[in-house]
């Protein structure tokens, strides 16, 4: 169904941060399936573990155990500030995982999110994602949320009523062109659900597994949600999301509350334990955050030939160049010169490359974007 305005690109194959259309071209992939790809395209391990996987087992239902499941649930509640998890197929299946536990927990309906913000495209999803432009036409829409300004602590405490059973934000916004908020906000944030007796979510689904230059986004102001989401890079490349929360709190989902058939099979499972042998082997987390700030210096640099860019901002490897003119035609430029990028919100170009990619190779973006620019 024609549901994407595709680029004119066929790829056929890829390794590293480096993907080939079908006539050998080569490109630089800063769009890393749009998050995904951290680890790189067709990691070594990777391929190695899954392909034995493959001839050991690829899927059994959750009315049984396996020890893939177990153990990657293990390692990643560990990472995580929380005890417990709950495996979904997507980012958008964690964060209607999130809605669902939220409002069995509290006994509460309503879900406070944020303008701008971006949380899936279910129908419960699309009503939290503070974007019209992604429910017109789903109508009616569920009931039971609101939206405030994101970076705005004021108008969320105005918000909130008896009925309040949660608080959805990310982060940092990544589809509304990686908007990153004032660093008292998310801290505010945590205070004010306390006070109320709320609960807080965070969506991690792009912000999450290095890609801020931490683990987790929340650890850049030491925020602890009550419950975080996170998908896209946490299988590398595999359908998985996951919903990650305190004991008392996943305590409230029963056998029956909720399910989900393919979520944490054994084949997904070792793809997540691999992710994360990945990760600390080549201490992924801190290279995002290095790079990062080398990516960005070099990228403010730009400011000196391009009076059109009004900012750069970002964390890790999420990085945002604001512009001060709608730049989607920079999308096919970049492409001819041998990258891909994608612009967010109309005037943002947004990188999100593999956390694998080299400096050279980061060079190589920035002197591209140069060339563009006008």
């Known amino acids: 169904m024609n549901t994407y305005g595709r680029y004119d690109l066929v790829i056929d194959h890829a390794h590293g941060s480096i993907v080939y259309d079908k006539d050998g071209k080569e490109y630089i992939d800063c769009v890393a399936g749009i998050a995904v790809n951290n680890i790189g395209h067709t990691h070594k391990k990777m391929t190695e573990n899954l392909s034995k996987q493959l001839e050991k087992m690829i899927h059994v239902s959750n009315l049984y155990y396996t020890e893939e499941q177990a153990t990657f649930a293990k390692r990643l509640v560990e990472l995580s500030p929380h005890d417990k ?45 503070g974007q019209p432009k992604y429910q017109k036409g789903f109508e009616p829409l569920p009931a039971g949320f609101k939206h405030v300004e994101y970076n705005n602590i004021e108008q969320m405490k105005e918000a909130i009523t008896e009925d309040t059973a949660a608080i959805l934000v990310e982060p940092i916004q990544g589809e509304s062109g990686v908007r990153v908020p004032d660093d008292d906000y998310l801290p505010s944030l945590r205070k004010l ?89 080549e201490d992924l987390v801190n290279k995002s955050h290095e790079n990062g700030l080398y990516f960005m210096e070099k990228l403010e640099a730009l400011k000196e030939n391009h009076d059109c860019i009004v900012e750069v901002r970002g964390h890790g490897l999420m990085v945002g160049v604001e512009l001060n003119y709608e730049c989607g035609d920079l999308v096919a430029k970049a492409q001819e010169k041998g990258v891909l990028i994608n612009v967010a919100n109309g005037t943002v170009m947004r990188f999100v490359p593999p956390l694998i990619i080299t400096r050279e190779e980061l060079d190589k973006v920035v002197e591209v974007i140069d060339e563009i620019l006008p």
Do not use: W
């Not at 958008?92 to 995982?97: D, F, L, P, R, S």
């Not at 809605?99 to 939290?128: C, D, N, P, Q, V």
């Open 85 to 129: 998890v709950f495996f979904a197929n997507s980012g958008a299946g964690a964060n209607e995982g999130a809605i669902k536990l939220a409002r069995k927990y509290t006994g509460k309906g309503e879900i406070i999110s944020t303008l701008k913000s971006f949380h899936g495209r279910t129908l419960a999803t699309i009503t939290a994602t």
């Open 193 to 281: 659900c306390d006070e109320k007796g709320i609960l807080l979510i965070f969506d991690e689904v792009q912000t999450g597994y290095g890609r801020t230059g931490k683990m987790f986004a929340s650890e850049l102001t030491q925020t602890v949600p009550d419950i975080t989401t996170c998908a896209k890079a946490i299988a590398g490349g595999l359908p998985m999301g996951a919903v990650l929360a305190k004991k008392e709190i996943a305590d409230a989902f029963k056998p029956g509350s909720h399910a989900t058939t393919f979520g944490g099979s054994p084949f997904v499972s070792c793809a997540g334990n691999t992710v994360l042998d990945i990760y600390e082997e």
